[in-house]
């Protein structure tokens, strides 16, 4: 059974940092690209990050360039994103998620099969 586990979530200042965790059970996830995706509330589910599975490339929406940082531990067969800098507006439950076509590095959420079941993020003082 595919089951993605997303961890690290919690409550920090701004100008703090988390790092987020992914973990994959039940498929290979470096046969994968693997995205990150946030829902703050009233809001849409926004695509933030994302690594391919081919090269390792890594791609960013432009409100955590500079910020984010997306990586993969393949022997541990988890994915990170560490958040810099945080700000009050980066406040949202963060997923990760596999898309149905393995290479597909996009933002589109309906492209997304696999998901975790979310982690909260709190950046106040």
């Known amino acids: 059974q595919v089951q993605l586990v997303e961890s690290g979530g919690g409550l920090v200042q701004p100008g703090g940092s988390l790092r987020l965790s992914c973990a994959a059970s039940g498929f290979t996830l470096d046969r994968y690209a693997i995205g990150w995706f946030r829902q703050a509330p009233g809001k849409e589910r926004e695509g933030i990050s994302c690594?391919?599975?081919?090269?390792?490339?890594?791609y960013y929406t432009e409100s955590v360039k500079g910020r984010f940082i997306i990586s993969r531990d393949n022997a541990k067969n988890t994915v990170f994103l560490q958040m810099n800098s945080l700000k009050p507006e980066d406040t949202a439950v963060y997923y990760c998620a596999a898309p149905r076509d393995r290479y597909y590095t996009g933002s589109a959420y309906n492209w997304y099969q696999y998901w975790g079941q979310g982690t909260q993020v709190t950046v106040s003082s």
């Open positions: 690594i391919s599975s081919s090269d390792g490339s890594t």
